[in-house]
């Protein structure tokens, strides 16, 4: 599976890429797999604000509904207008296509707290997963 | 004269067969064989081997010994003559109709439509889910509303989802009140009002034709009733749209026959229409089983509560039907839920549906014109007697104001009880001297001139000028008596199905049609864990088709219900025997509400002691999703508690968490024995536990099967639980209800029993009670004759004798399944209870086999799968009840060790992990029989896999469904025939 090096991770299965002072955020392939056929997303509006952790939106499969977690506190400065009409790019394409939200990030946040690429494997294999 | 001296006539008259040997399955030597292979003595040891000491019940069941069917079926009909059944123009959403003959054969008395469960395994069940979809397009057609839903419980309950759905909702920061007009069904009130208070909901009456202005207290929501309770047929558009340009949702409470007549709920502006369907072809049943239906916005459909059939297509892209968007429900959503509905009303939305169809459009519309005039004529004729009515508006229904008149309430009282007639009357505190009269499909002219008669005092010798004067007005012409604004214009059930089956030959055959494609318990065993599919006896069933019970309106005066109150009594008191409690409320229409009535109960219990902080409701992970989302419900806040690895409630964190809470501790759920099949030592210890921290205990009784006779909750611990009549009690399941989930009681919990306000008991109403959880005062009434059928013919011993066997055949299935799959939880000395649990996940790593392909493969042995994914993901819970006989028990086994062996030939590299027999299955004929094959098994292999199957096939009527394709493009009416052209 894979999971690209330059983006962070959450125990909650979120990623997210830093851009500056804005960061892209999405579901990793590990968690997509585990929920199966992806058939509705639910996401905030623009100019909303998160802590870090809170959850921002739903993502649903056949079988079951999950939250997703912020990874860190931001403003939704944009929602994947293509993800919510067709929510299959996120199985399709988790990485690029298919993420979710892009937020403006508070001043001085850091991520180096979130796991890399290596740690969040370690830590899938480590869960059992 | 031959002497036989052994024989006595006596032996030879009284040497019938008892019903249960006709209820359970294995014969004497059967058992004593199954015993064997246990390696068990007797049936004593293994159930002393399969249920703690600690809970067993020291004294066998005080019930009578069995009657046979022909007494039972007399005594039933000594009973039923005790209710007399008077002419009901009682109106208040329940109304007489006829039950076209050839439905009530085919559908409502054909255990080919009544026997089978919720259609989860919907590759066989496309006939019923079709019937369920011509239901959806009928509502929503109607309703003028995109997305319909398969039925709810009843009228109220249906207006109390919509409540909470807008409240759930709500956008705009409203205050926490929702508007009820006042011209609502009084027990949709009622419902309401319960339902709100533990939400923080305050539910406010308000008369919109008086008060229009929108106050400072702006509502989420707000309920109108069209027609009126009252029968006024007001426009209420101008209002609906005031309102919701500031944010409130609002929710119509309607009247299907009316609205093949009227503007519907869409066109005016709503965005959820509710109702009940009972006029279109189900008895009056003295309150239910009844469908309604819920209807709303395409924006609403992922908030919309209950079943939502959906159409999608399978692998060879053929159109294919099964539940959609179950993510929105209960079992998933679990405490997030924002309802708790699980089982509905299917096997009554199903007969809707057919009534529909077999009017057709203009038919119903007939019916409705025929309604509307008989009470147009009836008005006319009653104000040329100078009696003055309270509306100029009316479709069915008109109520006439006594105060005016020279005719007292009383004196009218008398007339129409000698008349047999049953008017509505206002209630006792009430000084309105309004009457009501609701017309219906059965209504006559003569009916009309009873009525005249009555109200005018005319005798029987002067009958003939009230007729003239009828006759005088018949000839006047046809009109509307409502504003010309209001009249439908818009089509509906413009669908081809709606139209092709007017003739008897016809409506037969598409009944026979889709019963074809649906696995019933008239083909083979439906091992449904926690479900209890046991047989559903034909003796038990013949009651609920007599008059005696189903003729009768829910508000009937008390005097008139001899029959059923005795009946109650007697039910209530066998409940109370099997379950060791002390009191019993038949109100609730579910196990679900059941719940929901248990935990209200509980929660009044605290608040009557002063403790309105107890509101932490502990709940196993392992509890069935209606558990936590009806807690939440009931107002409290769920607190999860981990099992341990034996599928057993950890000691150690329910102590915990109970002392953690202990302040606040309002109620432990518990299912008994477990979800997992397993009776748990320590149930005694875990309720005394939850006890000493102040709370309460509620037990699921959904595997109460596995207790009847031999152990009494109400000795062991819990203070309330519920029970599905619908399982142990041989209600059948209808295809997915109706239900029914009584709560039994301990003393101390009795004050605050469901009440209602429109029904008298035959005492009082408890003194405390927690308010009204349906719309019936006793549930759905007129299939309470089942249970007691039932316990009537099994008697004492044959129960215990029944639970007894569902352990041995459980137990012996585990056994045989064993050596081939694992077996997850047992008790402590290796046995299970009335269930088990086989384990698929270890093969999905080495052969990519899912517990899905399993359940599908099946089908194609010809049975229907047992639970999937429940308690456990990745696991079959099979539960083979007594009803079923050794001869199936092995039929079943076979199939497994089968379809074991398949798995096998993967693991060994016979066969692709992707390209097999299970992956593809189920096959259909079509797919069998075509001109080419390119799988890399053979015909025979997909379709005859055993030597049996050949001559007991049952063949899949579509493959494999897709599931997400059908999620990611609800369509949940009927689609045109052009529009499966996409696909």
Excluded at chain 2, 168 to 178: K, L, S
Excluded at chain 2, 247 to 270: C, H, Q, R, Y
Excluded at chain 2, 334 to 344: D, F, G, P
Excluded at chain 2, 834 to 844: F, G, Q
């Amino acid at each position: 599976m894979n999971f690209p090096k330059n983006f962070k991770y959450t125990k909650d299965h979120e990623w997210i890429e830093l851009q500056g002072q804005i960061a892209k955020v999405g579901v990793s392939a590990y968690a997509i797999e585990q929920l199966g056929d992806i058939v509705h997303i639910e996401l905030p509006k623009s100019g909303t604000t998160f802590k870090a952790g809170e959850s921002f939106g739903t993502i649903e499969s056949t079988k079951t509904v999950s939250d997703l977690y912020m990874p860190v506190a931001g403003k939704i400065s944009e929602v994947n207008q293509a993800a919510l009409q067709k929510p299959e790019l996120l199985q399709e394409d988790p990485y690029q296509q298919g993420w979710l939200v892009k937020i403006a990030l508070e001043k001085d946040t850091s991520i180096a707290g979130l796991f890399g690429s290596d740690d969040y494997e370690k830590y899938l294999r480590e869960s059992g997963s | 004269m031959t002497k036989n001296s052994m024989v006595t006539h006596e032996s030879i008259i009284n040497n019938s067969v008892p019903f249960a040997k006709r209820h359970i399955g294995p014969t004497s030597a059967e058992q004593t064989h199954m015993l064997k292979t246990l390696a068990m003595e007797s049936m004593e040891e293994l159930i002393k081997a399969t249920i703690p000491d600690s809970i067993r019940s020291k004294r066998p069941l005080a019930l009578a010994p069995g009657l046979s069917e022909p007494e039972a079926l007399a005594r039933m009909k000594e009973l039923a003559q005790r209710n007399i059944v008077f002419k009901s123009y009682l109106g208040t959403g329940y109304y007489d109709c006829h039950v076209p003959p050839v439905i009530q054969r085919n559908i409502l008395e054909n255990p080919g439509w009544y026997t089978q469960y919720t259609p989860y395994q919907a590759e066989i069940s496309q006939g019923r889910l079709e019937a369920l979809l011509n239901f959806q397009t009928l509502v929503s057609d109607l309703t003028g509303l995109p997305i319909a839903n398969a039925s709810l419980l009843d009228e109220p309950t249906a207006a109390a989802e919509a409540m909470t759905l807008c409240f759930a909702h709500q956008t705009e920061a409203t205050h926490q009140v929702f508007w009820v007009s006042h011209n609502v069904h009084p027990q949709t009130l009622a419902v309401l009002q319960t339902r709100a208070e533990p939400l923080g909901i305050e539910v406010l009456t308000i008369d919109f034709a008086q008060n229009t202005q929108v106050t400072d207290k702006l509502p989420f929501g707000a309920l109108i009733q069209y027609p009126g309770s009252d029968g006024a047929v007001i426009d209420h558009s101008i209002l609906i749209s005031e309102l919701k340009t500031k944010g409130v949702m609002i929710a119509v409470a309607t009247d299907l026959l009316a609205l093949t007549l009227l503007k519907s709920p869409g066109e005016l502006g709503a965005d959820i229409a509710l109702g009940s369907a009972q006029r279109l072809g189900v008895p009056l049943g003295f309150g239910g089983p009844h469908a309604a239906f819920f209807a709303t916005k395409d924006e609403l459909k992922r908030k919309i509560p209950g079943r939502l059939i959906g159409v999608s297509k399978d692998t060879t892209d053929q159109p294919a039907l099964r539940m959609s968007l179950q993510t929105r429900e209960q079992h998933i959503r679990r405490e997030k839920a924002t309802s708790n509905i699980c089982t509905s009303q299917v096997l009554l939305a199903i007969m809707n549906s057919m009534y529909a169809i077999y009017h057709g459009p203009e038919g119903l519309k007939n019916i409705a014109k025929r309604v509307h005039s008989l009470t147009t004529i009836l008005a006319k004729a009653l104000t040329a007697h100078s009696f003055k009515l309270v509306n100029d508006t009316w479709f069915d229904t008109i109520s006439v104001d006594l105060s005016k008149s020279s005719v007292s309430l009383d004196l009218l009282h008398t007339r129409a009880e000698a008349a047999e007639i049953n008017l509505r009357y206002p209630s006792d505190q009430s000084s309105s001297q309004i009457v009501g009269i609701s017309l219906d499909e059965t209504t006559t002219l003569g009916h009309i001139c009873d009525l005249v008669m009555v109200f005018t005092g005319t005798n029987e010798e002067s009958r003939a000028q009230v007729q003239t004067q009828i006759n005088g007005l018949v000839y006047q012409p046809f009109e509307y008596r409502f504003s010309g604004r209001l009249v439908r214009m818009s089509p509906y059930l413009t669908h081809p199905v709606f139209h092709q089956h007017q003739s008897e030959t016809q409506m037969l055959r598409y009944i026979r049609h889709l019963e074809s494609k649906d696995l019933s318990l008239t083909r083979s065993m439906i091992p449904l864990g926690s479900c209890t599919m046991k047989l559903n006896a034909t003796a038990e069933l013949f009651p609920i088709s007599w008059p005696e019970w189903n003729g009768i309106h829910p508000h009937a005066p008390q005097v008139q219900l001899d029959g059923y109150f005795e009946l109650f009594r007697e039910l209530e008191s066998s409940l109370a025997e099997c379950t060791g409690f002390d009191a019993v409320s038949l109100q609730p229409n579910s196990g679900a509400q059941g719940e929901y009535a248990g935990l209200l109960a509980i929660r009044k219990y605290h608040l009557s002691r002063g403790e309105s902080h107890r509101t932490v409701c502990l709940i196993p992970k392992s509890a069935h999703g209606t558990n936590p989302a009806s807690a939440v419900m009931a107002g409290m806040r769920v607190i999860i508690v981990d099992c341990d690895k034996s599928g057993n409630i950890d000691l150690d964190d329910l102590t915990a968490k109970a002392k953690e809470h202990k302040a606040n501790l309002a109620a432990l759920m518990i299912t008994y024995p477990s979800t997992h099949g397993v009776f748990e030592d320590h149930v005694r210890a875990i309720c005394d536990h939850i006890h000493d921290n102040g709370g309460l205990v509620y037990m699921d009784g959904a595997n109460l099967n596995a207790q009847v006779g031999l152990c009494r909750p109400g000795e062991f611990g819990p203070d309330v639980c519920h029970l599905n009549l619908h399982k142990t009690f041989c209600i059948p399941h209808g295809g997915g209800g109706p239900g029914m989930g009584p709560i039994a009681v301990k003393k101390h919990l009795a004050p605050f029993l469901p009440g209602h306000p429109l029904a008298e008991p035959w005492e009082k109403w408890p003194s405390e009670s927690l308010g009204t959880v349906s719309g019936a005062p006793w549930g759905s009434a007129s299939i309470l004759p089942i249970s007691m059928m039932y316990i009537w013919m099994m008697g004492g011993p044959g129960l215990t004798q029944a639970t007894q066997v569902a352990i041995l055949n459980a137990n012996y299935i585990a056994h045989r399944l064993h050596p081939h799959y694992p077996v997850l939880y047992r008790g402590a000395s290796g046995r299970v209870a009335h269930e088990c649990i086989i384990d698929l996940r270890p093969l999905k790593a080495k052969t990519g086999v899912e517990v899905e392909d399993v359940a599908k493969r099946l089908m194609d042995y010809g049975f229907h799968a047992p639970t999937v994914s429940f308690p456990v993901v990745g696991t079959l819970m099979i539960e083979p009840t007594e009803s079923e006989s050794l001869k199936e028990l092995d039929r079943f086994c076979e199939a497994m060790i089968s379809i074991r062996q398949e798995i096998a030939e993967i693991e060994q590299g016979t066969f692709d992990k992707v390209n097999n027999v299970l992956k593809h299955a189920p096959h259909t004929q079509q797919l069998v029989v075509a001109s080419s094959w390119d799988r890399p098994y053979s015909r025979e292999k997909a379709a005859f896999p055993l030597e049996w199957v050949k001559t007991t096939k049952f063949w899949p009527s579509v493959s494999r469904i897709d599931s997400a394709y059908g999620d990611r493009n609800l369509v949940c009416t009927c689609p045109h025939l052009t529009s499966y052209e996409g696909i």
